[in-house]
């Protein structure tokens, strides 16, 4: 991202949230970075973050201040929001007809074990448990049946709620992964576990080759991302066994080191592109070139080609 952006004389710059420090006064809004105090802010922020991390008391706040600034965020924080919690991604498509296993949760985490005793009996086990913002494969598990359920729930640990999902036997052990950028689908992966487990996550010793996404495939994952209003995203498709697929969940901050060495592509650039048309689109108004890169701790992309 810094290459392209000095190619293009644009200028760029790397901030991390903890250096951020947001003000409301006398009618108007300011920003510190490092106690220094922002007198020109930038056109476009690229955020990149991991989705664990991101708290609507904190992060979230201070994008929301930079939108009010004036800021073009890629992703903005209303789509971040959408997909920072698996089942507020659910919820959203959940009205417009989006094939989805499945899904349900729950409100308070004391009584868990008597919310599984009386939920829906029409729900077919086995049953997949996710944490609602866990990510890399982690925090995930198979229940076999009800009462393993029930035994295990005591177990779970309630940094954030768990969603059960209907399990698609179809897709056990592998899952499509497809990036999609600015309205545009940069690829497809599919994803497959090397040991026998449920999940295919790369991160968590899956592999990744490249997939020929269907049409009714693309068509899906356009329509979802136009739907949570997101610039850039991944999507995670389950297949079904007529074909067809189920929306696994969206992930408002994909990681793309092993997106990259499957397609030979580098996600990175394309983010950056997309920065950069909007920055132009902006130019027109404004008279700031600046690209900046919102992020949290030291995390920037698995560390990929984004970094400066």
Not at 8 to 23: A, G, M, N, P, Y
Not at 212 to 219: H, I, R
Not at 252 to 260: E, W, Y
């Amino acid at each position: 991202m810094s290459r392209m952006c000095k190619e293009r004389r644009v200028k760029f710059r790397w901030v991390h949230f903890e250096d951020v420090v947001i003000s409301a006064e006398y009618g108007s809004l300011g920003m510190r970075v490092k106690d220094r105090k922002i007198a020109y802010f930038p056109l476009v922020v690229v955020v990149r973050s991991q989705v664990a991390q991101l708290q609507a008391d904190s992060e979230i706040t201070v994008l929301r201040h930079l939108e009010l600034i004036g800021c073009r965020l890629i992703n903005q924080s209303s789509a971040i929001l959408k997909c920072v919690n698996k089942m507020w991604t659910f919820q959203e498509l959940a009205g417009n007809g989006f094939p989805l296993p499945y899904t349900f949760s729950y409100g308070g985490h004391s009584e868990v074990g008597t919310t599984l005793k009386t939920v829906d009996t029409n729900l077919v086990y086995p049953v997949v448990a996710k944490n609602c913002r866990g990510c890399q494969g982690q925090s995930v598990f198979l229940a076999r049946d009800r009462m393993q359920m029930i035994d295990t729930s005591h177990l779970l640990k309630h940094e954030a709620p768990y969603l059960f999902q209907q399990y698609v036997r179809e897709s056990h052990g592998r899952d499509v992964r497809v990036i999609v950028i600015g309205e545009r689908i940069l690829g497809a992966m599919l994803r497959q576990s090397c040991d026998g487990r449920m999940q295919s996550n790369c991160a968590a010793g899956g592999r990744g080759e490249r997939y020929q996404l269907p049409p009714d495939g693309e068509k899906l994952a356009l329509a979802v991302a136009r739907s949570l209003r997101i610039d850039v995203c991944g999507i995670d498709l389950l297949f079904n066994s007529d074909g067809s697929f189920w929306i696994c969940e969206v992930n408002c901050n994909p990681g793309f080191k092993h997106f990259n060495a499957a397609l030979q592509v580098n996600v990175a650039e394309s983010i950056t592109e997309l920065a950069l048309q909007e920055l132009e689109r902006l130019r027109e108004v404004r008279k700031l070139s600046t690209v900046t890169v919102a992020d949290t701790s030291d995390y920037c992309s698995d560390h990929g080609d984004s970094c400066p």
